[in-house]
């Protein structure tokens, strides 16, 4: 029976390879492929367990097995080294303004000019300077939250905030709760550290709170990660219950509060962070990549002072410290203006960029929030994501399938759209491919 079982396997896999069987068409059902190769029901779902762990095929609750696309990269296009400097890349937002090179050469000229020109050449603080870290206290004080300048640590962007927090507050086995569509990112760093990740479905407006709450009954959670203000991918804005229910679960269960905010500049009138409600056990993270410039690695990690050296410990054993002359840059851009005049002009582009996603796609179901610069889009049944992106790649069109951002077993057919990395008048060229790519799939 065991060489029987590798041999359909093989069979399977040589047409998939070959082309014979082309990607996103269904497979007989379990019970029809034991008929037809005269093999137990067990087995059969064995061969296809074989082939989805190869990467060949798919299986989807309640509609069946699928061939993949396996001519797509198992990135799934969200590996930015693999997009070609003529493509037009949906994949990642990287929002610029016109004059912004002017403006960082004036701004580097500054600092030249400045008198403490050698203080950049030496160590410094691994949380970074106190005067630095007071500017960046300031700007991020609204709502009602304002973070001691004592519990803030400079990081080199928000990702290496996440890096800082995995590594000096959790270890390998710890039990992570996090969304069913979340930011590749984290989901990167918990395979590294060996995370486990534990999924909680969306719902149309956030979370499901119910569902955390059961798994921390069942399970000894250490932490939640949570992006409540412009959610990546699906866009929500968490209201104040929902963030209160978040900070009074987290007592009830003792667990720890990753919070990202990295695009929460984009709403103009923000409500109070997570780390409002729950201070002694929130790590607020945010980053000047997404509303300064994305080549600038500048974040900040606001904690509680019990955090505090363990945070800083991580930044010692990763980079020691955030480069002072970007650091520098950014805060002289925050005092003299600069920085809140990048996240207004930024919020009219994305709004801008958000109407014209809504033109072109008025009648299609997909979720997205009006000052996002991402939007997440169903594909009708029976239409592959992993066909769609690879047939617009074909076109020099990049965008994401789902599978990146699913930390559920079950990973829907959908695909995600960056929409700040382009022109308007490209974006809106790639935009009617992208529906055109869909309708084609859904109709031929």
Known sequence: MKIRYKVIVDLFAEKIRSGAIL???RLPTHRKLSIQQGISLATATRVYSELESMGLVSGETGRGTFVREITLASSNGIDQNAIASDVLDLNFNYPSL????DL???ALRQIALSGDIESHLRYQPHAGRVVERKIIAGHIMDSGFQPDADNIIIVNGAQHGLAITVMGLLHPGDVVVVDALTYPGFKALAEIYHLELLAIPTLSDG????????LCQKRRVKALYTMPTLHNPLG???NCKQRKKIAEISRIYNFIIIEDTAYS???PKRLPPIAFYAPERSVYITGFSKNVATGLRVG???CPEHYRKKLERAVRATTWNTPSLMTTLICNWIQDGTASRFEHLKRQDAYQRQNLLKTIFNDFHYIANPNSYFAWLPLPDEVRADRIATNLLGCNISVSTAEPFCTSKIVPQAIRIALGSVTMDNLQNALVKIRETIEYEQYR
């Open 104 to 106: 960082l050469r004036d």
């Open 23 to 25: 990607p996103g068409t």
């Open 265 to 267: 500049y984009l709403i």
């Open 98 to 101: 016109p004059a912004q090179g």
């Open 300 to 302: 900040a990690v606001v």
């Open 207 to 214: 979370p499901d709170l119910a569902t955390l709450e059961e």
């Open 236 to 238: 929500w804005v968490l």
